[in-house]
């Protein structure tokens, strides 16, 4: 019997659904896309920063968290990705046996981000987010059952399996700090500074 949860985090583009999948295959689990099953469910909501952007409704989240605990409660286990990993620390409760955080080193990422034809106020949003580790924000406690992947030249697999060794050693918490590189901080400045435009032309 297995009843437990991973949680699999970072920012668009740090390959969480990618690193999941292999996840859920390693540990005999099942993936849940949390986007793409509220999506399905039509249980999101606009962004209340009046972009043409969409959230996750909280009806949204209590969704996936019962189809989370309805495998828990039938003996299995789960491997979530979402960009709302607070919220599922909160409701999974002693269920939850690790969070992986991903993380892509900030130009490597602004690429990937532009690839995909994103927004330009959302690449630069995004990006700092990575820069400054917002995710850890969500985590609260979390942040102690928590371990950080590099995706920037890793395999989703070998991501994978690099998460799992790191939990078999408890290497926890945060270990990577982009601003300790000269270039991240000028691109931070710059982005910074960027994105102070965006919002005041969209009235934020």
């Not at 009046?50 to 286990?77: F, K, M, P, Q």
């Not at 919220?87 to 991903?102: D, G, M, Q």
């Not at 078999?168 to 691109?187: H, N, T």
């Amino acid at each position: 019997m297995k009843r437990y949860a991973v949680i699999v985090t970072g920012v668009p583009g740090t390959g969480k659904s990618s690193v999941s999948r292999c996840l859920a295959e390693e540990l005999g689990c099942v993936h849940l896309d949390v986007s793409t099953l509220i999506y399905r469910a039509g249980l999101v909501e606009r962004d209340p920063s009046l972009r043409d952007t969409h959230i996750a409704s909280e009806a949204g989240v209590e969704y996936v968290a019962s189809r989370a605990l309805g495998v828990i409660n039938r003996g299995g286990c789960v491997v979530l990705d979402t960009h709302y990993p607070g919220e599922f620390v909160s409701r999974l409760e002693e269920h939850y046996a690790l969070i992986v955080v991903l993380r892509t080193e900030p130009l490597t990422l602004m690429r990937r981000l532009e690839s995909r034809g994103w927004r330009r106020d959302k690449v630069v949003e995004n990006v700092l987010a990575e820069i400054f580790g917002v995710i850890y924000d969500h985590l609260g406690e979390g942040v102690y059952s928590s371990v950080e992947v590099d995706t920037t030249s890793t395999e989703p697999c070998a991501a994978a399996g690099e998460a799992l060794e790191l939990a078999r050693k408890w290497r926890v918490g945060p270990r990577i700090d982009w601003l300790s590189l000269d270039y991240v901080v000028e691109l931070a400045g710059r982005l910074s500074a960027e994105l102070d435009l965006y919002k005041g032309r969209l009235g934020v």
